[in-house]
């Protein structure tokens, strides 16, 4: 087998009981130590007690895991030399024996092969501001438009060109929801200043549509976007400059591909005295509780 799961995932996957993916680029190059390790148990906690199964994602010196243990978890939250592996990077990893953290694109390949059909999140990858010249748009987006799993994050990250990233998903035939509200999010904030292409209001609506994008044949999966709690935003007002602040300096350093979101996130937790990762720490534990409550309906 080209993968394994933990006990824990496998005896769900063989019941039928709802599972929940989980990536591990978050934890290894979008969190710092020990808030990522925190955040990870955290999140896995929250899926548990909504009464579904978490599955966190990662090669481990070359084996592709579904379901980490906790001592491997730790392990991995505390590795500062973990490749980032998109979907270009996940077999030559295994190959190598290498140890890589799974980003949206390569989490959604391992859950589909596992049989996992959502996947809760932070923000994933878009098109770049500037990708007119740069040519950076996330393998998230394609990916999305190929394997059925769908992803649950708070939006696209204002660090990126949020109306180019929905064009470029409505061209790959990506349905970006929105659950409860009309504007699209902006992870850190409740509302881009665009509109959201569709909104659902209910679990069960979207776990429906899932249902239904599979029986008519469509390849890919759902972009379910899911604002960050009211009580933990920053409004984009505040995080505008800042924003502009990072994408400057990254210019002046030439960062550049994959580097990029890592070294965004870095700046921005620096220049908001760590009130970013607040934030994003509150975003993926809501959309844990809405993944969780989508696997429910799926299963049932
Ligand atoms: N958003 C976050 N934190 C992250 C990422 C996105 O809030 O760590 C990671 C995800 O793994 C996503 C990846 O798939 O960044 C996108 O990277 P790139 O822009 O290089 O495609
Ligand atoms: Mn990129």
Redesign the pocket.
């Known amino acids: 087998m080209s993968y394994s799961c933990s006990h824990e995932v496998k005896t769900a996957l063989q019941n039928g009981d709802p599972v929940v993916a989980l ?1 591990s ?2 934890i290894t ?2 969190m710092p130590y020990p808030q990522n390790l925190e955040m990870a148990r955290n999140v896995e906690g929250i899926i548990r007690e909504c009464g579904a199964r978490p599955a966190t994602i990662a090669v481990l010196e070359g084996q592709l895991r579904i379901g980490l243990n906790p001592d491997e978890l730790e392990a991995l939250a505390n590795r500062h030399d973990a490749r ?1 592996l ?1 979907r270009a990077d996940l077999a030559v990893c295994m190959a190598q024996g290498a140890t890589g953290a ?4 390569a989490t959604m390949i391992a859950a589909h092969l596992a049989g996992i059909e959502i996947f809760a ?5 878009g098109v ?1 501001r500037g990708a007119e010249t740069s040519f950076d748009i ?3 987006l394609t990916e999305l438009a190929q394997t059925p799993v769908a992803v649950v994050c708070a939006g696209a ?1 204002a660090i990126l060109d949020i109306p180019k990233t929905l064009e470029y998903l409505e061209t790959l035939g990506v349905p970006a929801v929105t659950y409860g509200q009309s504007a699209f999010p902006a ?1 850190w904030s409740r509302t881009s200043g665009f509109q959201s292409p569709v909104r659902i209001d209910t679990a069960h609506e979207i776990a429906t549509a899932i249902r239904l994008r599979k029986a008519i044949g469509l390849a890919g999966g759902h972009l379910i976007a899911n604002p960050v709690p009211e009580g933990s935003e920053i409004p984009q007002t505040e995080i505008e400059p800042v924003i502009r602040q990072a994408l400057s300096e990254a210019e002046a350093q030439n960062i550049s ?2 580097a ?3 070294f965004l ?1 870095g700046r921005i937790f620096e220049l908001t005295n760590g009130r970013s990762l607040e934030t ?1 720490i509150a975003l993926v534990e809501n959309n844990a509780r809405l993944a969780s409550e989508i696997a429910i309906a799926l299963a049932n």
């Open positions: 990536e680029t978050i190059h979008g980032k998109s799974t980003t949206v694109a999140t932070g923000g994933i990858g770049h996330s393998a998230d990250k992870f591909a994959k990029v979101t890592p996130l994003n």
